[in-house]
């Protein structure tokens, strides 16, 4: 099963999600790190809001184990920060899988700092998808987005090539392969233009690249991309090609998010902590999934009227 049919099975909400306490979530993502070397104009994570830290290794395998015994199937290593500047990214992805036993671990990287030694300890742990996020055309817009020197954009394809060399070779020696896989965002109707050459040169080399709509990372952005002539999307409706409807929105139904200091969120971009449902240091997976909080956000969604909710902000319900 390649990427985006992953994708699309975790944003459509099959009718036993649609619930205020649906199963155990097909698919979680844990935020090993909340770093990251970019500071992207589209991403609020620049704007600081919360502490930027790594996650305390004994909790992560606590809580993999846990939620892997609640019944999540897929374990995404990553969140809102970069899980390739964690020393320790290859053990957890080895925890996971060996230990904890998922059966499907991905990952999800700007790419500049995956390098082949990297990359290939993550697979030969057990790494079963890497996507590399190309949201650049070229060296200046990377510079303009990314904030960042400009010399570190040619790292990123040249690490996405060198990925698929390593993830070809150990899949030789072991006969496991990992999914090599890239996405970019559509920012305005001309991105898709602008990226045309780079798309065409990867489109060969990765086994899928597909585009994704410009999110408005939970109203914390929108004035900052309009200012920029870029089109916003409503809420996070998954990937173009597969959109869906901003109401209810899917990811507080199938997907969990857990930020590095143990929070379980109800979104995709919770930067401000407003999002919260529950602390998983203390209190057990299923039950957080299942708080009265979730219970009464998600009867919200039901009903597509989040006004005086989490949600209430997000543009996508104005």
């Known amino acids: 099963m390649g990427i985006t049919e992953r994708i699309d099975q975790v944003t459509r909400i099959d009718p036993v999600y649609r619930t205020v306490a649906p199963p155990a979530p097909r698919s979680v993502k844990v935020e090993l790190t909340a770093r990251c070397n970019l500071a992207c104009t589209f991403c609020a994570r620049s704007m600081s809001l919360r502490q930027h830290a790594d ?9 993999t184990v846990e939620m892997r015994q ?3 199937e897929e374990l995404g290593l ?11 990214l290859a053990d957890a992805v080895r925890f996971a899988k060996q230990e904890a036993g998922f059966p499907y671990v991905f990952l999800t990287t700007n790419g500049t700092v995956s390098t082949p030694e990297r990359v290939e300890a993550a697979i030969r742990a057990g790494l079963d998808s890497l996507k590399f996020s190309m949201n650049y055309a070229d060296a200046d817009q990377f510079q ?8 570190l954009y040619d790292s990123i394809e040249r690490n996405l090539l060198s990925s698929v060399a390593v993830r070809d070779r150990v899949y030789e020696e072991t006969g496991h392969r990992c ?13 898709g233009k602008r990226m045309r050459e780079t798309v065409e040169r990867i489109a060969g080399i990765a086994d899928e690249v597909y585009a994704l709509p410009l999110y408005n990372q939970a109203s914390l952005v929108t004035e900052r991309e309009i200012a920029q002539g870029w089109a916003p999307t409503a809420g996070n409706r998954g990937r173009v090609g597969a ?5 209810p929105c899917w990811s507080i139904f199938t997907e969990g998010h857990v930020t590095w200091d143990g929070q379980l969120s109800a979104c995709c971009f919770d930067h401000d902590g407003r999002f919260h449902m529950g602390d998983l240091t203390t209190t057990p997976f299923l039950d957080a999934w299942h708080s009265d909080r979730f219970r009464d956000l998600r009867e919200a969604h039901l009903r597509k009227s989040v ?4 949600c209430e902000a997000c543009v996508a319900y104005q």
């Open 243 to 247: 959109l869906r409807e901003a109401l």
């Open 179 to 191: 999914g090599i896989y890239a996405s970019y965002i559509e920012y305005d109707g001309a991105q």
């Open 144 to 151: 303009s987005v990314a904030q960042v020197k400009p010399k």
């Open 55 to 63: 996650m305390d290794r004994s909790f992560f395998e606590r809580l």
């Open 307 to 310: 006004a005086g909710t989490a």
């Open 78 to 88: 990553f969140y809102l920060g970069e899980s390739f500047l964690l020393p320790w």
């Open 70 to 72: 609640a019944g999540v």
